[in-house]
């Protein structure tokens, strides 16, 4: 018997097997569906409700787990990163004091750097200007010291003058005062230091003072006085003498009359004429004393012994002119320069005050002459009024 091969090929018009299954699938997946849809399943919680609490128990423990994990997680990442932010931050603080510390430490070796050449250059300034190998001159800080004493006292004298004439003569330019009683205090002065023998024996005071005759003698005014206050007292009391009497005030009452404004007029023109010999004798008492309050404190020396002695060193016979002599004779180019320009210094400070003290022989000699023309204009005004006197007698005679 002879055997066919079998095949899957369809035959005639049928459908495969595989299609044939297929169909068989499909319908009765589709009459299942239906079938649930009309009369779906029962519940069942006995076994459903165990399975869902395990579930949401394991689902609770991993999320709490996970939660707890992250937690810990996060809180040891930001304690790191606490740390780490406070390490920065230190780091940061120790930079910045490091770097202000480098920055002060900087500006302090600027500034001592800065202070040591400061006080270089000023070393060199004062070896140069004051210092002996550059050739300074005889002492350059001794002479410098007497200097600005000169030009203190100067200064001080300029605004003095005014204040003493004012202040200690009683018969100063537009005062007036009580004739009388100024008269008594110059009595009580001049006999308690002034009185001489001659005057003792007369009556006149009861014994001669400490400085008999000192306020009557010019010798006094040109004696320079350091820190001896009678002697003072006798150059204010010679003043006084040589100005006179005060003028008297003017009675209450009388100020606005024709007389007292005549009285005034004559004051001024008497002190117009005065004033300038008594500014000159209270300026050579000034020079001549010692000790006066002025801008620059207490003088030492008087300022007429202070030029004195600046005079002496160059030209005087003393032991400071040998001194100077004998440095001089050291001293290099620059140094003979330099002592040549202080001379220089000295001769026209000295020139100055000549040209001053001429201003006031001038300012004095026209004083004189208005007094010797006022003096001219009353004689001719006398003999003219005497004229019309003799003239209208020998008319009424006739």
Not at 230 to 239: E, G, Q, S
């Amino acid at each position: 018997m002879q055997l066919r091969k079998r095949t899957n090929k369809p035959t005639g018009g049928g459908m495969s097997r595989f299609q044939r299954r297929v169909v068989v699938g499909f319908t009765g997946l589709s009459v299942a569906v239906s079938a649930y849809a009309w009369c779906p399943p029962q519940y069942q919680e006995a076994w459903v409700y165990p399975a869902f609490a395990w579930s949401a128990s394991t689902i609770t423990g991993t999320i709490t787990a996970l939660d707890l994990a992250l937690s810990a997680q996060l809180w040891f990442q930001s304690e790191r990163l606490i740390s780490a932010v406070a390490i920065l931050t230190k780091q940061k603080a120790v930079a910045a004091n490091q770097i202000s510390d480098g920055l002060r430490n900087t500006n302090q070796n600027i500034a001592v750097s800065l202070n040591a050449l400061a006080q270089a250059e000023r070393v060199k300034k004062a070896r140069f200007e004051y210092g002996g190998d550059f050739g300074q001159g005889y002492s350059p800080c001794y002479v410098f010291q007497g200097r600005l004493g000169i030009s203190r006292a100067e200064s001080d004298l300029n605004g003095m003058t005014a204040a003493a004439l004012r202040t200690e003569v009683q018969a100063a330019p537009g005062r007036f005062a009580n004739p009388v009683n100024a008269q008594k205090e110059m009595l009580e002065q001049h006999n308690a230091l002034f009185c001489t023998k001659d005057q003792a024996d007369s009556g006149l005071c009861s014994a001669p003072g400490s400085l008999a005759g000192a306020s009557l003698n010019v010798a006094t005014l040109f004696k320079p006085t350091a820190g001896e206050e009678d002697l003072t007292k006798a150059k204010v009391a010679f003043i006084n003498n040589m100005a006179g009497l005060p003028d008297g005030e003017v009675p209450q009452g009388g100020s606005g009359s024709e007389v007292a404004a005549s009285y005034q007029q004559a004051k001024i023109q008497k002190d117009a004429v005065r004033s300038s010999a008594l500014a000159s004798l209270k300026q050579i008492q000034l020079e001549t004393t010692s000790g006066q309050d002025g801008e620059h404190s207490h003088g030492d020396l008087p300022l007429s012994k202070q030029y004195e002695n600046e005079i002496k060193r160059y030209a005087g016979n003393t032991p400071e002119y040998q001194n100077w002599s004998r440095v001089m004779a050291a001293q290099n180019d620059r140094g003979a320069m330099v002592e040549l320009l202080k001379i220089k210094a000295l001769d026209l400070s000295l020139q100055e005050r000549q040209y001053r003290q001429w201003e006031r022989m001038e300012a004095q000699l026209a004083s004189a002459v208005a007094a010797k023309l006022k003096s001219q204009s009353r004689k001719s005004d006398a003999a003219a009024n005497a004229a019309l006197r003799q003239t209208a007698t020998s008319k009424l005679g006739s």
